[in-house]
């Protein structure tokens, strides 16, 4: 009872957000912000409304994991205090096949779509139906160390040959890229097997698909784990963990994303002129990478008492102006493909063709409801990464989405 109280109590105050008589007020959930951008397109729509609304945003959890309890909780119980719905990635399948957001329909549909990212909206439909509209986006660049490798490796296997031979050299060497058990690791595997030509699941979502690239993404992953370029501390590395290490000057590769960047120069401006960046390493050469996008898509809930405004306020929230200033001061890449050529954009990301290049060619993690379990599935079997068996492992993996894609209901 003591864990229920504090829920409900979070839900009357919400519940009591409509002014009586006066404009209503649309609940907006999303991550926690501490750049402000969030804050400022929920003003600047507010005002854009003409008074029929006001965008009140609210902060979740700070871990995804808390974020989607909140909001699977708050659903379940049909909360009517919710509108627009920050979701990550991988959960639009779930919450649609659970009836808690609407469907995209209409001339709101076409505004969704037009001029976004065709990778990203994917994640934003399931069964043909799109459920939610592309906020922002996400992707992994390689970043080097260009006094240490003038020029950047294209492949894996180019990249442990030069870390090795650094290593031998006495030499800064380290790969950080993120092995700890979580969910950084799923998507390690998920972009390595896209990478090889294959997928996780097969294209109707039903049945595991893996087979020989998925068997190639787990020794990519060994090898790496059990070479001179792998970090001692690989096995319990996330992506901030990655970027200290970067900064502190031990490693010479990165696989991570661009809030790097930013970081690097103000914490290490010495490192950071020699701090570059390319595209992120290819299984075969002759095949592009095709990392794993990240980021947030915006539904609105099923029970909203304002479902046409919610709509309207959410295209609203990720337009051109809320997209830029998303980027420019929350380091978060924009899908709308325009902003690509928006001069200001381009200044403050000087990776943004690497970055749309590597967008256009990405890859999504698995659509489907029961994407919680697969992601466990893939991250506890491979980890740690050093004692991959690549041939059981991934038969593991398959009886394990097997079991997943059999089951019903919510994972909790």
Known sequence: MLVVLPL??????????????????????????????????????????GGRYRISYNKLPRAADGQRQQMVRRLAAKDDSLDILGLDVTWAAEFAEARWIREWTGAAKARAVLGTLRVPLQTSTWKGRLYAVPYN??????????????????????????????????????????????????????????????????????????????????????????????????????????????????????????????????????????????????????RPARPTIGGIDLAVSAYSRHPDLAFEAALCLRN??????????????????????????MKAYPFSREVLTSLQAASVRPITPAYQNISIAVSHTLSPPSEIDPVSSIETIRGQIDDALRSEGVIP
């Open 137 to 286: 986006t996400n992707t992994q660049l390689l970043w080097y160390r260009k006094d240490l490798v003038p020029t950047p490796p294209k492949t894996w296997a180019e990249m442990i040959a030069m870390a090795r031979v650094l290593a031998q050299q006495g030499k800064p060497h380290f790969v950080e890229i993120q092995g700890a058990q979580y969910e950084g690791l799923t998507v390690w595997f998920n972009t390595l097997i896209n990478s090889a030509g294959g997928s996780i699941l097969n294209p109707s979502a039903t049945a595991p698909s893996l087979g020989p690239p998925a068997v190639r993404a787990a020794e990519i992953m060994r090898r790496l784990a059990t070479s001179p370029g792998a970090d001692p501390s690989l096995s319990n590395q996330m992506e901030d963990q990655n970027r200290l290490a970067m900064e502190s000057g031990t490693a010479a590769f990165e696989l991570n994303y661009p809030f790097v960047y930013p970081s690097m120069k103000a914490n290490n401006p010495a490192l950071f002129k020699n701090f570059g960046w390319a595209l992120y390493p290819r299984v075969d050469a002759a």
């Open 8 to 49: 409900l109590a979070s839900m009357l105050a919400a519940c009591g957000s409509d002014e009586g008589g006066g404009r209503p007020t649309l609940n907006w959930y999303n991550f926690p912000d501490d750049s402000g951008a969030l804050q400022k397109a929920a003003d600047r729509c507010s005002k854009a409304s």
């Open 320 to 345: 051109r102006e809320n997209q830029l200033t998303a980027a420019l001061e929350g380091g978060l890449p924009p899908t709308l493909r325009a902003l690509y050529d928006e001069p200001a954009f």
